[in-house]
């Protein structure tokens, strides 16, 4: 069985989260429990399910981010229909898609939590591209 990805994020604001993670990205909230003593989202879209967990003092944000943060990164296949989808949603983006010197396109974006996510194109073949070692 080929290995898949979930991780999770503990924001301060469930509802805020999963409507970014739905309306931004396009991931679909397979389970939404805001209530109760344990709210909790589960949100994919195609082999990528994001966990969302609130906690009442989360993170600042500035420690979300590399060099000390983690940087989520998205491959898709067209990196050009994800950069238009940002773009039309109005959410605000880090740094415009571009050529980087590893040879793939990507954009860049954070998160309503402060979670830096890289959306790059996919590699020719399909496997995984280079680590940038955090570069911005």
């Known amino acids: 069985m080929p290995m898949t990805l ?6 301060q604001d469930l509802d805020t989260t999963v409507k970014f993670y739905t309306d931004v990205l396009g991931f679909t909230a397979e389970r939404y429990e805001p209530d109760g003593p344990h709210p909790y ?8 399910c ?11 944000a500035e420690h979300r981010r590399p060099p000390v943060g983690v940087e989520l990164v998205f491959e898709v296949d067209d990196v050009e229909v994800e950069a238009r989808r940002i773009e ?18 990507d954009f860049r974006i ?6 830096y996510v890289r959306i790059t194109e996919r590699t020719p073949g ?6 940038t070692g955090g570069a911005r």
């Open 110 to 115: 954070c998160d309503p939590n402060g979670y």
């Open 50 to 60: 994001v966990g969302v967990s609130p906690r009442p003092q989360a993170v600042p």
């Open 41 to 48: 989202a589960s949100l994919v879209r195609d082999e990528v």
């Open 88 to 105: 039309t949603s109005g959410w605000p983006i880090e740094e415009e898609l571009q050529h980087r010197p590893w040879g793939l396109r």
């Open 6 to 11: 979930r991780f999770e994020v503990f924001p």
């Open 126 to 131: 399909g496997g995984s591209a280079p680590s």
